[in-house]
């Protein structure tokens, strides 16, 4: 069974500091990875892809990736209480399957 | 933007009861799934589909079937509802050959 971990949290950040946010996954062919968010009652949505190990950022959003130890990563720079919400960390395992994590929940105090 | 269209949005039912979800793309993408969410154990994959009549199970697949005549449609279809498949479905598609999804908004489904 291909497996996608995370931390079910709740994670706290005080306003302004930076949230991290861990994954791993059991699968060692995986090639594509990505961070949703998810707001409480809304649909996910993609915030990050990554595909090569190392790091892509995109505005406050940093992602990580480390295929030798199976982690990937998200880094949230100056984090606003706009960004309180639930991360789903997800990886395509080859083929047509993309794999979900249980997700973290962020609250960032104001 | 890509857009899909779930429906019903809502819907309660019985136990026994059988059950369709409908799944509408509007940008003619080869690639759809359904998921179901539920508290602890996020997105799990029930069915997807790589083209019209082409379709193959998920990691929870039992109690589910699916079809897909047209590609703009997706159909999930549950014979005879059970409690335990209480829960909020996600159809979703996918807009890159890297895999990246564009979700529904999602139909909640109570079972009694």
Partial sequence: QKEVEQNSGPLSVPE???ASLNCTYSDRGSQSFFWYRQYSGKSPELIMSIYSNGDKEDGRFTAQLNKASQYVSLLIRDSQPSDSATYLCAVNTGGFKTIFGAGTRLFVKA | DAGITQSPR???TETGTPVTLRCHQTENHRYM????QDPGHGLRLIHYSYGVKDTDKGEVSDGYSVSRSKTEDFLLTLESATS???SVYFCAIRTSSDGELFFGEGSRLTVL
């Avoid at chain 2, 799934?33 to 179901?36: D, L, M, N, V």
């Fill in chain 1, 16 to 18: 302004g500091a930076i």
């Fill in chain 2, 33 to 36: 799934y359904w998921y179901r």
């Fill in chain 2, 84 to 86: 335990s498949q209480t």
């Fill in chain 2, 10 to 12: 809502h819907k309660v």
